[in-house]
């Protein structure tokens, strides 16, 4: 579950992002969040992992208050999300293994737990083939998968994707689409800011429309309503 | 934390050092430099402090009784020594026993000092030791000043240059041991950070995953600890050899009487605990601080 209530963010620039968003996020929606380049989509985003913090305004997500959130407890917050990048952001020097390893590392899981869990999610992406590659042996969709990959293993009931389909071609983008559903329908919140107007009037979801920093539109079943 | 996750960290320091390859030796040559200045200005300071302490110990303060004082002036003058603050030792020598030590420190030509045998013009003397060598010439004007007394004699000007040099060369060998362990760090924190300058996005990415501070830090650490330890591994050979060579083979041929090294065993090992226990210090401090500033999100 994800609560934005009176929320702003203004940078440090004296740009102002957001100004005052309520969203209410039930767990097992897709939720995906359109609007022009600049609007706020990207902050919007940020705020739900802990990237940036709000200026004022109450952030919940699972019941963890952000605004409570002490430094130290950041990890924490970000155990329960699943974030997926446009640029992937898979660490370079890991294999795809210990890639996806990493993200139960991290929370102390025993040995034998994290091989059947990565394995598994390796499997569940399509990839059990390529555990041994280093990323830039793979192709773009193929990294994008790992990525997933990461940000399921630890069974997060969020998972938050940032523009996923922004480096990959349509094909590539469907099959991506096609594994979010997946996950979604598992019981996964998911929330995916998104440019590809393809996507979000094929794959009928809610939308909700961010523009100069406030929220145009809220539809369930809603349409991307740009032209690009 | 728990143990299987000290585990997996030192698994990935150490593959951290394979995989970092030149960065990682590039570290070491620069741990081993420095660690071969420190030790052998370490074996330096702490001979030259033991040779200086050495010397210092020897000197005494030679007092001549007056002569024709009768033995129980004698006696009670020994008391009135030994009561002087700071005074650790007084041993008598009478005229006789002067006499022998004079004609043996003569060697073949003492034997014409023998005819002194029979009428003895050396005066009774009493050795006196301070416990605290600085406090030889206080000691010395203390004695002056009681009856019965015909001469003190000590090397005034010699003994404090002496202290005067001793305590240069401490100060001296000090300083330099400091800067270069300084210096030793800052190398090193500099060739890391380069490592690790191509690793802030790394970092930014285990943040992300929601890996915590002391996660991430971890594996640097080890990497440190070994790149130390690894970086002190040829100092250590050095000086265990060097210092082999020149206790058992140099100090035979000139055999200073006054030159003593600190003996091979235990001083060599010691030095060599020290240089790792350096080598690891500088290790960890120069990765954990090179790390610190990628750390704040």
Known sequence: ?228 | MKFRTLMRHIRVGCKNIIRNGWMTIASIGAVTTTLILVAVFLALVLNLNEIAKNIENDVEIKTLVELGTSDEEVIALGKQLEAIEGVDSVTFSSNDEELQSLIKSMGDEGTTWELFEQDNPLNHAFIVRAKVPQDTERIAEEIQSLDNINRVVFGKDVVEQLFKFNNYARVIGIVLIVALVFTAIFLISNTIKITIIARSAEIGIMKLVGATNGFIRWPFFIEGLLLGVLGSVIPIAIVLGGYYYLDSAVIDTISFSFVELLPFNPFAWQLSLLILAIGAIIGVWGSVMSIRKFLRV
């Open chain 1, 1 to 228: 579950m994800i609560l934005m209530k009176d929320v702003y963010k203004t940078y440090p620039n004296g740009v102002t992002a957001l100004s005052g968003i309520n969203v209410d996020i039930k767990q097992g929606e897709f939720v995906y969040i359109v609007g022009p380049s600049g609007a706020g989509k990207s902050t919007f985003i940020k705020l739900m992992y802990r990237e940036e913090k709000p200026s004022s305004g109450t952030i919940l997500i699972n019941d963890m208050n952000l605004e409570e959130l002490k430094n130290r407890q950041i990890p924490l917050l970000r155990r329960q999300i699943g974030v997926v990048f446009q640029d992937f952001k898979l660490l370079p020097r890991l294999t795809v293994y210990e890639n996806i390893a990493y993200a139960l590392e991290v929370i102390e899981e025993p040995p034998s737990n994290i091989r059947q869990r990565v394995m598994d999610v390796l499997e569940e992406v399509g990839l059990k083939n390529k555990a041994r590659s280093t990323p830039n042996e793979l192709s773009g969709g193929e990294q994008q998968r790992i990525s997933i990959a990461r940000a399921i293993v630890n069974r997060p009931k969020i998972v938050i994707a940032d523009e996923p389909t922004g480096n990959l071609d349509p094909e590539t983008s469907w099959e991506i689409m096609k594994t979010f559903e997946d996950i979604n329908a598992k019981g996964t919140t998911l929330i995916m800011a998104t440019h590809s107007k393809e996507i979000v009037n094929t794959m009928k979801k809610r939308v909700i429309a961010i523009e100069s920093g406030n929220i145009a539109r809220d539809e369930d079943q809603g349409e991307y309503g740009y032209e690009i």
